[in-house]
């Protein structure tokens, strides 16, 4: 079964605006770990934001931003003034005890 | 300090015939993972490990054994590739607590089997 589902296979945004990326989990474990990462063309992975289940405050990284509404299961990433560097696949996943679950990706691009 | 390190870069393979993968940490890490990417399916766990001694199945196991006898190597062992098997592999390191798994990623193998 599909654990994390990313709707957006592609997002357009113009530079200097805020684009949000979403993402929707499915667990029945009540301890679970949210992650979002970034993929530039280059390849390399790079971790962005995380969000435990049990954190009241959503996560917050510089212009990143994770909007967890645990109710509907969303984990929603927000990014604030987009840059062109910006532009790359974006991914969120999921650790429930030592299983960590991807979802198929975002490809963000940002417009001049 | 190198982070993750895999090798090779790339490979092609013959079908039927078995390699490894190598990936090691200098960061004392605990956990140590083996993904799989392929175009539209995004990072799929192959096995994983929690110290030295564990190994434990991921989501797509068929095909792939590891072995951890160090802390720091964590070896992918493809043991008769097939074509299926042609993706990037990526080897992935973390000191987890509790569900923080903040896992840092080496830069990937790029695997062909024809």
């Known amino acids: 079964a599909q654990k994390i589902t990313q709707t957006q296979p592609g997002m357009f945004v113009q530079e200097k605006e805020a684009v949000t990326l979403d993402c929707t989990y499915d667990?029945?474990?009540?301890?679970?770990?949210l992650f979002w990462y970034k993929q530039p063309s280059s390849g390399e992975m790079i971790f962005l934001i995380y969000q435990g289940s049990y954190d009241q405050q959503n996560a917050t990284e510089g212009r990143y931003s994770l909007n967890f509404q645990k109710a509907r299961k969303s984990a929603n990433l927000v990014i604030s003034a987009s840059q062109l560097g910006d532009s790359a696949m974006y991914f969120c996943a999921m650790d429930t005890g030592n299983q960590f679950y991807f979802g198929t990706g975002t490809s963000l691009t940002v417009i001049p | 300090n190198a982070g993750v390190t895999q090798t090779p870069k790339f490979q092609v393979l013959k079908t039927g015939q078995s390699m490894t993968l190598q990936c090691a940490q200098d960061?004392?890490?605990?956990?140590m993972s083996w993904y799989r990417q392929d175009p539209g399916m995004g990072l799929r766990l192959i096995h994983y490990?929690?110290?030295?001694?564990?190994?434990d199945q991921g989501e797509v196991p068929n095909g792939y054994n590891v072995s951890r006898s160090t802390t720091e190597d964590f070896p992918l062992r493809l043991l008769s590739a097939a074509p299926s098997q042609t993706s990037v592999y990526f080897c992935?390191?973390?000191?987890?607590?509790?569900?923080?798994?903040?896992?840092?990623f080496g830069p990937g193998t790029r695997l062909t089997v024809l």
């Open positions: 960061m004392n890490h605990e956990y």
């Open positions: 667990t029945s474990d009540p301890s679970y770990g």
């Open positions: 992935a390191s973390s000191q987890k607590r509790g569900t923080y798994n903040e896992q840092f």
């Open positions: 490990s929690v110290g030295a001694g564990i190994t």
